[in-house]
């Protein structure tokens, strides 16, 4: 086959994967970042208004309180999914039926879809008829204001979010866990390590390119879902669980500010990229000091 025949193969079967990625990936964000100039509110033709919008987030106390509300969603969300999965890693990666039955069990929420989860959750939550308070009465407490309080509510939402991401994030530890190689705690044991000596000294060390994966998938996860908050608590009480994604699309389709809502997508894809940055510097600086 000529050279020339090759080239045009290779570009037939890219051509698809490039399409794919400008319409649904490249484009959205290149109509996002122009949108940020304009007013639009969807009915009218948009006007440009230059770094107006800018402006009004810089003003905009709710949007911070929003930016706010994101990170200790993902400062509180980050610990509870970084242990449980790991800890679910380390039960259930021997491969046997119990453990191949438990981790469909713990990955099931990841699969199921965002709405239909948090919904069952809402319910569950429900001071009124939910089942946490029906057994919380049975025991003789009182129930529990879980989405009416601004506190309990976001804890409410973190804990879902937690729940949904874990069993993802522990099938990565397992996957981690049975590439480390045996020998290396058969030499623990001849030295006479012990468990938890051979845990903190091999197990932990080995698994620091899945510490980071877990890290930067829960903190994206994090940063741009919307869908529990909104189903649970539609980002309240007043708005101590509105997350910026949710402010965000409030202000597109509630108060039809689009060109509003793309500066503030702008803000957030920034951020995002500056964490995105650190966590890949850690990555390296781990890398090149031989950590890894």
């Known amino acids: 086959m000529k050279k020339i025949d090759i080239v045009k193969n290779r570009f037939v079967f890219i051509v698809p994967s490039f399409v794919f990625h400008f319409l649904f990936y ?31 987030l810089i003003q905009d106390k709710w949007f911070w309180n929003s930016i706010v509300v994101t990170l200790k969603y993902t400062f509180f969300t980050l610990p509870i999914v970084f242990v449980t999965s790991l800890i679910l890693g380390l039960l259930l990666q021997e491969e046997n039926r119990f453990s191949k039955v438990m981790r469909i069990f713990f990955y099931w929420p990841y699969m199921i879809p965002m709405v239909a989860g948090g919904t069952m959750w809402k319910w569950l939550l429900s001071r009124d008829f939910g089942l946490v308070n029906h057994i919380l ?3 003789g407490f009182n129930p529990v204001s879980w989405l009416e309080n601004p506190t309990l509510a976001l804890l409410s939402v973190v804990i879902v979010q937690a729940w949904v991401l874990s069993g993802f994030m522990m099938m990565l530890y397992i996957v981690g866990l049975q590439a480390v190689p045996e020998e290396f705690y ?8 012990s468990n938890f000596q051979k845990f903190w000294f091999i197990t932990l060390p080995l698994l620091r ?4 994966s877990v890290i930067t998938l829960t903190i994206a996860n994090c940063f741009r879902n919307f869908t529990i908050a909104y189903i649970m608590t539609t980002g ?34 920034l951020i995002s990229l500056v964490i ?3 966590v890949s510097k850690v990555q390296e600086r781990d890398l090149e000091g031989g950590k890894i």
């Open 186 to 193: 058969e030499a623990a044991s001849i030295d006479g390590a």
């Open 26 to 56: 490249l484009l959205p964000i290149i109509l996002m970042i122009i949108l940020a100039f304009f007013s639009w509110d969807l009915l009218n033709s948009p006007s440009f208004v230059g770094l107006e919008n800018f402006k009004g």
């Open 209 to 212: 390119n899945t510490h980071i």
């Open 276 to 278: 995105a940055y650190v």
């Open 137 to 139: 009465n049975q025991l």
């Open 236 to 269: 309240g009480p007043g708005y101590a669980t509105t997350v910026a994604p949710l402010y965000i699309y409030q202000k597109a389709f509630t108060d039809f500010r689009i060109g509003y809502s793309s500066a503030g997508s702008i803000v957030i894809l």
